[in-house]
């Protein structure tokens, strides 16, 4: 099991998995795992480019729920998945494994602005790629902009890194009957609303088929199942 599926993926990772068994914030312990994986599939041969949330320090929906104007809320969740960039950023550079971010807000004292063709060149050298700050605009998820930048960067697969080890027909945590997919299409995840990710996010890897794997990022080892092609999770593509 170590001949990787893909030479190319974008990992979404999500703010929440950062704060491990925290209520808010960063756990050291979860940060060091993930970037353990990370650096597993990475020195397997597999360029890989990251995407995070930031749901762990700020949600810009929360925010615009609580009476704040969903743009600025929104803005503060970019700076949010700068601070968990930086953070993962760090944890990968201390196993000894190069990384480049880059943020679709300039902060250039922090990171690089985002350029496509300079991340595509990290990427051909074996820089793990952490891209910062969404899409740069309100209103747009940090899964849509996994899927914008997977799209940009030709990455092979979204690699849906979540707390749950798939897709369900219901919520698992709440109704033990629910029944886990193995395979959906892109459609079947729209119409029966199934939540995995925003439908901006799914109709851009819809458009341009790009498969999406939904899996379980806290059993160890899972990301480099998913990438050397055991299947896990729930695969999500066309017909
Ligand atoms: P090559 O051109 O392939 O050698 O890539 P490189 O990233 O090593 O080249 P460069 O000399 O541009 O970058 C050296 C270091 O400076 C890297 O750690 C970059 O991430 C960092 N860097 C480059 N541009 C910026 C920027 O605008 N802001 C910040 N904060 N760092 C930058």
Redesign the pocket.
């Known amino acids: 099991m170590s001949e990787p599926t893909y030479r190319r993926v974008l990992i979404k990772l999500s703010g929440e998995a950062l704060q491990g068994d925290q209520e808010y914030g960063i756990s050291p312990v979860s940060l060091e795992g993930f970037a353990r994986e990370i650096c597993e599939i990475q020195q397997l041969g597999v360029q890989v480019a990251i995407v995070i949330g930031g749901g762990n320090i700020f949600r810009g929906v929360a925010g615009s729920t609580a009476g704040m104007d969903r743009a600025s809320a929104d803005y503060m969740g970019m700076l949010a998945t700068v601070i968990n960039g930086l953070a993962l950023q760090d944890a990968i550079e201390q196993i000894g494994v190069q990384t ?2 880059q943020t679709a807000l300039e ?7 985002y350029i496509r063709r ?1 991340a595509m ?2 990427l051909e ?1 074996d ?1 793990v790629v952490i891209f910062g700050a969404g899409t740069g605009n309100p209103y747009f998820t940090t899964d849509t902009a996994a899927a914008l930048r997977a799209m940009e960067c030709h990455a092979e697969v979204i690699l849906k890194a979540t707390n749950v080890d798939g897709v369900y027909d219901d919520d698992p945590e709440t109704n033990p009957a629910a029944q886990r997919y193995d395979r959906l299409t892109y459609i079947d995840v729209l119409s029966k609303n199934l939540r995995v990710m925003d439908s901006t996010a799914v109709s851009l890897c819809m458009d341009n088929e790009l498969p999406i794997i939904v899996f379980d990022l806290n059993r160890p080892g899972n990301m480099k199942r998913v990438i050397c092609g055991q299947e896990l999770g729930t695969w999500i593509g066309p017909e």
């Open positions: 480049r971010m902060i250039k004292e922090i990171a690089e602005p300079r060149r990290h050298k820089r």
